[in-house]
């Protein structure tokens, strides 16, 4: 079991950017990757962005790539999304969460150990 927490999120006109950090501490030896999410009120939570732990691979949500960037630190045991450009539209909680296994990156069930989110609110 790891622990995560996020940080980062806040308030900004569109077109600004947003770096969010995940920081995981715990059993980090058998994370495969971690994945990043979005919950707006009264939506399905919705997938972002994943890397691997070593940070060979990333995958991006529809929509998402582009103007989002995945980057895993794991000397640092944190994880990062870069948010450019953002939009109304990209207002939500986001949360990221931790994987053991490879393969079903974008499932939300697929993840075992999750963050408590941090929010992103974006004005026109």
């Known amino acids: 079991q790891v622990q995560l927490v996020e940080s980062g999120g806040g308030s900004v006109q569109a077109g600004a950017s947003l770096r969010l950090s995940c920081t995981i501490s715990?059993?980090?030896?058998?994370?495969?990757?971690i994945g990043w999410f979005r919950q707006a009120p009264g939506k399905e939570r919705f997938f972002v962005a994943a890397?691997?732990?070593?940070?060979?691979?990333?995958w991006y949500g529809e929509f998402m790539k582009g103007r989002f960037t995945v980057s895993s630190d794991k000397a640092k045991n944190t994880v990062y999304l870069q948010m450019d450009r953002l939009q109304p539209g990209d207002t939500a909680v986001y949360y990221c969460?931790?994987?053991?296994?490879?393969?079903?990156?974008?499932?939300?069930?697929?993840?075992?150990?999750w963050g408590q989110g941090t929010q992103v609110t974006v004005s026109s």
């Open positions: 715990g059993r980090t030896s058998t994370t495969g990757g």
């Open positions: 890397v691997t732990w070593n940070g060979e691979n990333t």
């Open positions: 969460a931790a994987k053991n296994e490879d393969g079903l990156w974008r499932r939300p069930q697929m993840y075992s150990d």
